[in-house]
């Protein structure tokens, strides 16, 4: 089976511009969550889908916003990208059967550089 | 600061055993991680424990908690040069919250 899939894997833009990460996951999972990596850090959580509706928020500015679509992929959206914008973006899919667990798979990451 | 913290340096030989700790904040996390990632890849997740356990073995690693103190373990046994990556302790409330990672380097 396919893990979770995410596009593109690099990306370079500058400030002020706005971006769209993808992210398919594995087959039959319906939560899909985003999450920022800085380089030398832990990832730090963005946001949870599940169903199509928001399920929870990092504390992220309001520049970034997410959506799932009824196939479950999902977008995450970053406008008037700043510097430290910079970043592997991760998403990570999790099964209906983890229940509490919140058994997650992970992506290999969307690196996006702004310059 | 992070919630979850973990040091940030490890290195050891090839064969020997790798202890990697971790220490949360969150006294209500239900389960707490293990996570695994190789340069340029996503995280990969190694084992889990519930937070009523002691102990969890899973080949050859072996994960100790300490609910108490608030203190996660992971060790390696036998570490292999295929072993050298960061490795990041979490916590799961709400969200998944985690440490800065570990870079465990094997030398050969």
């Known amino acids: 089976d396919a893990g979770v899939t995410q596009s593109p894997t690099h990306l370079i833009k500058t400030r002020g511009q706005h971006v769209t990460l993808r992210c398919s996951p594995i087959?039959?999972?319906?939560?899909v969550s985003w999450y920022q990596q800085v380089l030398g850090q832990g990832p730090q959580f963005i946001f949870q889908?599940?169903?199509?509706?928001?399920?929870g928020r990092g504390n992220f500015p309001d520049r970034f916003s997410a959506r799932q679509f009824p196939n479950y992929s999902s977008e995450l959206n970053v406008n008037a990208l700043l510097l430290g914008d910079s970043a592997l973006y991760l998403c990570?899919?999790?099964?209906?059967?983890?229940?509490?667990?919140?058994?997650?798979?992970f992506g290999p990451g969307t690196r996006l550089t702004v310059l | 600061g992070e919630d979850v913290e973990q040091s940030l340096f490890l290195s050891v030989r090839e064969g020997d055993s790798s202890v990697i700790n971790c220490t949360y904040t969150?006294?209500?996390?239900?389960?707490l991680y293990w996570y695994k990632q190789e340069p340029g890849a996503g995280l990969q997740l190694l084992t889990y424990?519930?937070?009523?356990?002691d102990m969890k073995q899973d080949q050859r690693l072996t994960v100790l908690l300490n609910k108490k103190d608030k203190h996660l373990s992971l060790r390696i046994a036998d570490t292999q040069t295929g072993d050298s990556a960061i490795y990041f302790c979490?916590?799961?409330?709400?969200?998944?919250?985690f440490g800065a990672g570990t870079r465990l380097t094997v030398k050969p």
């Open positions: 990570a899919s999790r099964p209906e059967t983890s229940g509490s667990r919140n058994e997650q798979f």
């Open positions: 087959s039959g999972h319906k939560s």
């Open positions: 889908y599940y169903e199509k509706e928001e399920r």
């Open positions: 969150d006294s209500s996390s239900t389960y």
């Open positions: 424990i519930f937070s009523n356990m």
């Open positions: 979490a916590e799961s409330i709400r969200d998944m919250r």
